[in-house]
T-cell receptor, first 114, second 114 residues
Framework: NAGVTQTPKFQVLKTGQSMTLQCAQDMNHEYMSWYRQDPGMGLRLIHY???????DQGEVPNGYNVSRSTTEDFPLRLLSAAPSQTSVYFCASPAVTLSNQPQHFGDGTRLSIL | DQQVKQNSPSLSVQEGRISILNCDYT??????FLWYKKYPAEGPTFLIS?????DKNEDGRFTVFLNKSAKHLSLHIVPSQPGDSAVYFCAARMNSGGYQKVTFGTGTKLQVIP
C-alpha cells in the first residue's frame, strides 16, 4: 500500500517484553492511527494522532503508548506485552476521513505474544 | 456493542454472477459509509463509499446501496471475478468528541469460484 510503511511485518515476543511497532507515511498527512484486527472483531482503533505532538486514545488503548514527534512517523509501543495483545496491527493515514478522504493502510504487523 | 455488523462471515459466488455483501448499522449519527477490500498479508484498501444523503453510488463493477430507514447498506459486484476474492469490510463514519470516528464491521470473506 503506497504511502504507509510498517515495520516489522512479523514479531514474536515473550510475555513482559517491550517493543515498538514502526509506522511512517510520506503523504504529509496530519492524521495517523493504529488499529488492531482480531478474528470476529473487525478493525478496532487503538490510538490516533491529529498532528505532530498531538495524540489521543481510541477504543482499545490500554497497554499501548504512542507519540508523534514528526509528521511522518507514528510509533506504537507495547511496554509489557501480554498474550491478549496477540493480533495483527495496522497503521493508517489519515486517521479520520476528512473531506471524504479514505484511509490508506500499511500492510500490517503480525504480532504473537507467548 | 457492535455498531456496524456484517452478519455473513463468508460468501461463495460463481464467476460472472453477482456478489452481494451486506452491512447493518445501529447508530443514526453515521454520515458516511465506506467499503474496504483486504487480501491476505496486506492492509485494507479503499473500494467505494457513499454519503448518507445518497442512496446509491456506482464505480465500474461496484455499486453501494444505502437504505437509511433500514440502517442497511450493501455492496454489489457485477460481474464477480476470481480476483475479487478477498475479505470485505464495511465501515461507517461519524463525528465523535471533536473528531471523525470510523467504525469497522467484522468483515465478509468473499470467494469467487472460477
Amino acid at each position: 500500500n503506497a504511502g504507509v510503511t510498517q515495520t516489522p511485518k512479523f514479531q514474536v515476543l515473550k510475555t513482559g517484553q517491550s517493543m515498538t511497532l514502526q509506522c511512517a507515511q510520506d503523504m504529509n498527512h496530519e492524521y495517523m492511527s493504529w488499529y488492531r484486527q482480531d478474528p470476529g472483531m473487525g478493525l478496532r482503533l487503538i490510538h490516533y494522532s491529529v498532528g505532530a505532538g498531538i495524540t489521543d486514545q481510541g477504543e482499545v488503548p490500554n497497554g499501548y503508548n504512542v507519540s508523534r514527534s514528526t509528521t511522518e512517523d507514528f510509533p506504537l509501543r507495547l511496554l509489557s506485552a501480554a498474550p491478549s495483545q496477540t493480533s495483527v496491527y495496522f497503521c493508517a493515514s489519515p486517521a479520520v476521513t476528512l473531506s471524504n478522504q479514505p484511509q490508506h493502510f500499511g500492510d500490517g504487523t503480525r504480532l504473537s505474544i507467548l | 456493542d457492535q455498531q456496524v455488523k456484517q452478519n455473513s462471515p463468508s460468501l461463495s459466488v460463481q464467476e460472472g454472477r453477482i456478489s452481494i455483501l451486506n452491512c447493518d448499522y445501529t447508530n443514526s449519527m453515521f454520515d458516511y459509509f465506506l467499503w474496504y477490500k483486504k487480501y491476505p498479508a496486506e492492509g485494507p484498501t479503499f473500494l467505494i463509499s457513499i454519503s448518507s444523503i445518497k442512496d446509491k453510488n456506482e464505480d465500474g463493477r461496484f455499486t453501494v446501496f444505502l437504505n437509511k430507514s433500514a440502517k442497511h447498506l450493501s455492496l454489489h459486484i457485477v460481474p464477480s471475478q476470481p480476483g475479487d476474492s478477498a475479505v470485505y469490510f464495511c465501515a461507517a463514519r461519524m463525528n465523535s468528541g471533536g473528531y471523525q470516528k470510523v467504525t469497522f464491521g467484522t468483515g465478509t470473506k468473499l470467494q469467487v469460484i472460477p
